[in-house]
């Protein structure tokens, strides 16, 4: 698998030329998240934003032009961030010398630690996936991207991984721990966890699955 398969390719954001703008356009973006996170972001008007953004209506249309330029923003930065962490926790050399769970539990902890506090903005992402096709499109790549990157570290633990099938294994264990914290995110069903404790749950099924 190749180890350098780059999200940089799916996902930008955009980055005004003034430095007042980016801080504008930073602030929109966290007013937006905000919103998303506590269900108010498709009721709040433009100018609701730019209030909660200190910034002015003008400058909204003048940066974005609309609110779903603005989501869509959203949703690449939450890409974006995304890939940074991937791309850092997959880098093959440091995990040279160290074990299998090492890596799982590292990759665990990365997963939890995205979806914390991310309920708006995945909701958002489902329901945009669900009407957008060239969006969705756009998820699933970047979600195969992970995936092979997560799957190139697997396969340099192969020795470890005892599963009847490991090549089919390390396919099916990224989209599943993806699939389980999504599900967390948007129902609370593992809510009587604490994070640690959802690290530690989730790396148990991940190591007993490979071994």
């Given at each position: 698998m190749a180890q350098n398969s780059s999200i940089a390719g799916i996902v930008a954001l955009p980055e005004p030329g003034q430095e007042r703008s980016r801080q504008a356009l930073e602030r929109l973006l966290l007013a937006s998240e905000k919103l998303l996170a506590e269900n108010r972001f498709e009721d709040?008007?433009?100018?609701?934003?730019?209030?909660?953004?200190?910034?002015?209506v003008g400058t909204f249309y003048r940066l974005?032009?609309?609110?779903?330029?603005?989501?869509?923003?959203?949703?690449?930065r939450f890409f974006s961030e995304l890939a940074?962490?991937?791309?850092?926790?997959?880098?093959?050399?440091?995990?040279?010398?160290?074990?299998?769970?090492?890596?799982?539990?590292?990759?665990?902890?990365?997963?939890?630690?995205?979806?914390?506090?991310?309920?708006?903005?995945?909701?958002?992402l489902i329901t945009r996936s669900s009407r957008d096709l060239e969006f969705r499109d756009r998820v699933h790549r970047v979600n195969q991207l992970i995936s092979q990157?997560?799957?190139?570290?697997?396969?340099?633990?192969?020795?470890?991984?005892?599963?009847?099938?490991?090549?089919?294994?390390?396919?099916?264990?990224?989209?599943?721990?993806?699939?389980?914290?999504?599900?967390?995110?948007?129902?609370?069903?593992?809510?009587?966890?604490?994070?640690?404790?959802?690290?530690n749950e989730l790396t148990r099924i991940a190591m007993k699955y490979l071994q």
């Open positions: 709040a008007g433009v100018a609701e934003l730019a209030r909660l953004a200190q910034t002015s974005l032009g609309d609110k779903e330029t603005l989501s869509g923003l959203l949703l690449q940074e962490r991937i791309e850092a926790l997959t880098e093959l050399r440091q995990w040279q010398g160290r074990s299998l769970e090492d890596f799982v539990r590292a990759a665990v902890a990365l997963f939890v630690s995205i979806h914390r506090g991310r309920q708006g903005v995945l909701r958002a990157r997560t799957i190139a570290v697997l396969a340099s633990k192969s020795a470890e991984i005892r599963h009847p099938d490991p090549a089919q294994a390390m396919m099916v264990l990224p989209p599943v721990l993806l699939g389980i914290l999504n599900h967390h995110t948007l129902t609370g069903s593992l809510a009587f966890l604490s994070d640690a404790s959802l690290e």
